[in-house]
């Protein structure tokens, strides 16, 4: 079955710096990848949505690429703020053509002052 | 827009009760709803899907007897956990995507936290 794994539970970094995430994926290659932020208590909130026909995606500091070749999406948060700190999480969605969507790991995501 | 309100926030309940949670889209039709479970520090299990009007489909490993998925109108689906135990304790949280591709973002609730005493 399909696996959606993101490579670090938590990650620190200094405010100012550029986060990358990572998520990957095993199996078969989805026709799409979605981002999303979560915090704590709160439901997931939509960031960004990348085809498997799209290298990179941008809006504002977000930036989000698909390499099917190495079945691997990152996530970049550049100028990182405090306010940036979040679980991030990657999704897919089940099969070709399915209305579902399945979520990975999520890494926390601190941003030091 | 695309605004997902889910009720209640927080739920305290006592075992072998059953507690409903409810789900509605405010300012969109909601024709797939979806219903995860959330441990601490754990991501989203998909639990079911459902399309208004139809029964649900759910995922391998969750019972469709305990967990009851009412999506009734295009606007309210419901879940109800029935005969709750502890080990029902979890982070519940709906989603709903309105008429269009199945790639389309999900919009989420704010989620249930219910624990089970």
């Known amino acids: 079955s399909q696996k959606i794994e993101q490579n670090s539970e938590a990650l620190n970094i200094q405010e100012g710096k550029t986060a990358t995430l990572t998520c990957n994926y095993t199996n078969y290659s989805p026709a799409y990848l979605q981002w999303y932020r979560q915090d704590p208590g709160r439901g997931p909130v939509f960031l960004l949505l990348?085809?498997?026909?799209?290298k990179e995606k941008r809006k504002e500091r977000l930036k989000v690429t698909f390499d099917t070749t190495l079945k691997q999406s990152l996530f970049h948060i550049t100028a990182s703020q405090p306010a940036d700190s979040a679980t991030y999480l990657c999704?897919?969605?089940?099969?070709?053509?399915?209305?579902?969507?399945?979520f990975g790991t999520g890494t926390r995501l601190t941003v030091i002052p | 827009g695309a605004v997902v309100s889910q009720h209640p926030s927080r739920v305290i309940c006592k075992s072998g009760t059953s507690v409903k949670i409810e789900c509605r889209s405010l300012d969109f039709q909601a024709t797939t709803m979806f219903w995860y479970r959330q441990f601490p520090k754990q991501s989203l299990m998909l639990m079911a899907t459902?399309?208004?009007?139809?029964?649900?489909?759910?995922e391998q490993g969750v019972e469709k007897d305990k967990f009851l998925i009412n999506h009734a109108s295009l606007t309210l689906s419901t879940l109800t956990v029935t005969s709750a135990h502890p080990e029902d304790s979890s982070f519940y949280i709906c989603s709903a995507r309105g008429r269009g591709s199945n790639n389309s973002p999900l919009h989420f609730g704010n989620g249930t936290r219910l624990t089970v005493t």
């Open positions: 990348i085809r498997e026909n799209e």
């Open positions: 999704a897919h969605q089940g099969q070709t053509g399915a209305n579902n969507l399945f």
């Open positions: 459902s399309n208004e009007g139809s029964k649900a489909t759910y």
